[in-house]
């Protein structure tokens, strides 16, 4: 059962067509569909940024640990070396 009269004719539907028939039937979805759009663009959004995010804040996690590290070593300076090997480890 083919609705398409182009069809029968063994043509193939254009893509204007294609597009205005989608549209037909989305128009009554339009907030669904606006609101689909919207987070697929977040969503690949988040993906972009998110390993950039992360990289920042182990980078600030790092640099924290030698602050604390050398600030310990200053305080006191028998018990300041366990923080200072464990920061190091983690730098």
């Known amino acids: 059962m083919v609705a398409d009269p182009k069809e029968k004719m ?3 539907a ?3 067509y294609s597009v205005s028939l989608l549209r037909t039937y989305l128009k009554p979805q339009w907030l669904k569909v ?3 759009a919207f987070l697929l663009f977040v969503s690949i959004g988040l993906e972009i940024l998110g390993p950039q995010l992360l990289g ?3 980078d600030s996690l790092q640099s924290s640990m030698h602050v604390i590290a050398r600030e310990s070593a200053d305080h006191s300076r028998g ?3 366990v923080p200072v090997e464990l920061a190091c480890q983690y730098s």
Do not use: E, T, W
Request: proline share 7%.
């Open 79 to 81: 018990a300041g070396k």
């Open 14 to 16: 254009p893509f204007r």
């Open 10 to 12: 063994g043509m193939k």
């Open 56 to 58: 920042q804040f182990i």
């Open 34 to 36: 606006s609101l689909l």
